[in-house]
Structure formats: C-alpha cells, structure tokens
C-alpha cells in the first residue's frame, strides 16, 4: 500500500510540478525585485523623488496643489502623500488629461521635480507581472493565484516524498551529493535539498501572498468579518454606522489590508465651504497619524476626506474619514482596532513585501525566491534527463487502485479549501475520465 501511495502522490506532484512551474519562477522573479522596490525605485528615481535643498518651512497643501493645477492644465489632484523625510518630494496622484498620472513636488518651492504614468512606473510594471502575468485582467490573476495555490501542495507533496525515512536517505534530501555535477543524482538533489530547507519559508511567502487574491482573498475577508477577527464593523467618533456602499479602497491611496473594505461615510449636507486641506494635515498631526500618509480628495457633494498610511512598521497604520465640511473625525481605525486575524494577515503581508524587519526581512524573502526558481528549474532538467523519446515520462500509474482514490479525496480536501484547485481537480479528473482514457495515444503519452 505505501508504495502505491508514494507512486500516486509523485504522479500528482509531477504533473502540478510540469505545468505550474513556468508561472512560479515569473512569481518569484518578480516578487524578489519588487522586495526590493525602495532601493531601485530610489536609484532610478532619484532627481524626483529627493530635493537638493532643504528649506525651513514647507508651502502649505492647498498652495502646493493650486500651483501644480494652474502650471499643468487638465490636471486634478486626486491624493497627497507627505513623506517623513524633510529631503522627500511630495508625492501626487492626479488625473492628467484622462490618464493616472504619479506627480513629484519639491515641498519648498512647489516645483514638479518630475511626473509619471501611474501604470508604467518600475513598481507598477513588477507588480502587475507579480499579481497579472504583465497581461493583466481577472484570468490573468486568478492563473497567479491558481499557481500559487498548486505551488503550496508541490511543497507538502515533495516534503512526503523526499522525506528522509533512514539515515542513509539524509544524503539527498539534508545534504546534497555532489560528487557527479551534472548527473541525475545532482540535479534531483539541487530538486530536494532546497526545497526541504527552504518548504516552510515557501508556504509562508505564499500564504502571505493570498489575502490580496481574487477567490481566496474573498474568502480570507468574509471568514475575518464572520469570526469578528477583522477590523470593528464601524470605528466612529460620533454619529451613526454610516450607511454606504462605497469601500475605502474604492475612494483612497494607501489603504491597509485591514481597512480596505470599511464602509465609507458622508459628509454633512447643505451650503457648506469645504475646508483646505491643510485642515486635514492639521488634523493628521493632531491624532498623531505618522508620515508618510496619504490624503485622498472627498469625491461628490458628500465625499470625505480620507487620511491612511499602510505604514512599512504595521503598528502605525491608519485610516481615517474625516467631514470635508466640518472637520469630524468620522472613522478612526488603527492598528490596535484590528481583529486577531486582520492583526497576523497584516504582519504577514508586511513579512511578504520584505518591510516587517528592514534589510534581514527582505534577504531572506530573496533567498526563498531565488531558492525557488533553482527548485524550479532543476526539476525541469531532472524530467529532461529521465524523459523517454515520444512520451511526457510522467510516473506510472500506481496498480492499487486504493492509493489512487485515497490520493484523489486528500487532492479534493485541499481544493475545498482552495475553490481554484478544486475546480482545477474536478476539469483534471474530467480530462482523465472522457480524454485519456479514450484516446489510445493520449493515454500512452501520459502513462509513459
């Protein structure tokens, strides 16, 4: 039975391997730049993102945001990020002639040190190759995620087949050989050594990844909000549980995971003046909201202002919804407010983007990429090296038909947690059922 059920687990971690790993490789390529997007957005950008003069006193919010609009026609600022650093521009985001633009303004003079498309900046361009493939669109992300999903079962598969089961099988599996550099034994032991070394740190970086994905992110988010262990179902100073179907990631910058989906307010209504928003930086300082925060613009009539920071340390994060009109704190979530879960997916996802503890965090994140692609890679020479002429070399077939089943409901087990790979499983099974077992040329392709 054991060796049938070996047999079975290596044929499913065969094929997942086979077709998943190309998209694991650009994930990990992708997410080892992008850890490091401070340093290189910081070299590349470097006139923009810096003044070479400090001054004694930054010009006000509002006199910066007029200057910008009346030098630059068709331009509407939408958000505000003041950084923590007094040699820092001021970033913008703006809507420039009908397209997202990313503005840099010295905050002494008010001079726009440079401007860019908000789609096409470094950061922009690795994380859309890091959650879109570059392509871009909902299948493109939920093939991402769906390879993710599978990436975390060809971790606990290889863990079951390489696991060292005697003292002699520590070579190969703790220790490599390598005594025979380019021979199958090398190869397969480049295959298993990382990857028993580097497995949990593989399965975090990819449960850390899934809270910002289409199923399972959904999924995260309404077993948080169920179980009360997301943020407070409002978080108000006064008034009523604002009654809005707006989200605050739908109307602002910067917004922590944990506060995307709070329910944005209103602001009063009548003949009001909307206050500057040099009011609202007041107001900022004032609840001891640390830089660098975003604050984004009210939208309509009644839209608010909203002060946030997805802070690099996680304990400073904020979001705020403030009157445009009067100045009420309306909503006022910090980290602390945070459920158990919202608290751990939020040390996670700061773990994830390498900003949890500074340089070590993002090293370590580099290490498990780079372990990663050599897994990956080395598997594909491995199946290279064993694959026979004119057939995929895939593993026989176990003749227990137990094993087989028994594999299949553990398979089924995990794509009830993960909706993806359980939908993934059941087109497999189809495939095998009405394909391959069909079609003689089909089926000895793929039992070779």
Sequence with gaps: MLPALYQAVWRWHFYA?????????????????????????????????????????????????????????GTTI??????????????????????????????????????????????????????????????????????????????????????????????????????????????????????????LGILILIATGLPWSGVMGGQIDRIANATHTSYPPYAQSFLAKPESVTLTKDVAEDVPWAAENIPVPQSMSGDYVRLPVQDIVGIADQREVNKPYTISMPQGQRGVYTISTAHDKPGRDATLHVDSYSGAVLTDVRFADYGVMAKAITLGIALHEGRLFGLANQLLGLMTCMGLIVIAVSSYVMWRKRKPQGALGAPGKPKNRKASIGVVVIMLLF??????????????????????RRIRRLQSWFSA
């Excluded at 390529?29 to 290189?40: D, M, T």
């Excluded at 879109?132 to 995620?145: C, P």
């Excluded at 520590?170 to 005594?179: E, F, H, K, Q, V």
Aim: with cysteine; proline share 5%; aromatic share 10%.
């Design 415 to 436: 794509g009830a947690i993960m909706p993806l790979v359980g939908l993934s499983i059941l087109i497999i099974l189809c495939l095998d059922l009405l394909l391959l």
């Design 78 to 199: 939408s958000s505000i990020t003041f950084s923590d650093a007094p040699d820092q521009t001021v970033k913008m985001t703006a809507i420039r002639n009908g397209a997202a633009t990313t503005m840099y303004a010295d905050p002494y003079t008010g001079q726009i040190k440079g401007m860019m498309n908000s789609d096409e900046t470094f950061s922009a361009f690795f994380k859309k190759m890091h959650s879109e493939l570059v392509i871009g669109g909902t299948w493109a992300n939920r093939l991402v995620e769906l390879a993710a999903c599978w990436g975390g079962i060809l971790v606990i598969t290889g863990l079951y087949l390489w696991w060292p089961r005697n003292r002699a099988a520590i070579m190969g599996t703790i220790l490599p050989r390598l005594s025979k550099p380019g021979s199958r034994i090398f190869w397969r032991d480049l295959h298993a050594v990382p990857a028993f070394w580097l497995s």
């Design 17 to 73: 391997g086979v077709i998943f790993a190309p998209f694991l490789i650009i994930l990990a390529f992708s997410g080892a730049v992008y850890l490091f997007k401070p340093q290189i957005e910081g070299m590349l950008y470097k006139d923009m993102l810096t003044v070479t003069s400090v001054g004694v006193q930054p010009i006000g919010a509002d006199e910066l945001i007029a200057k910008t609009e009346r030098a630059y026609p």
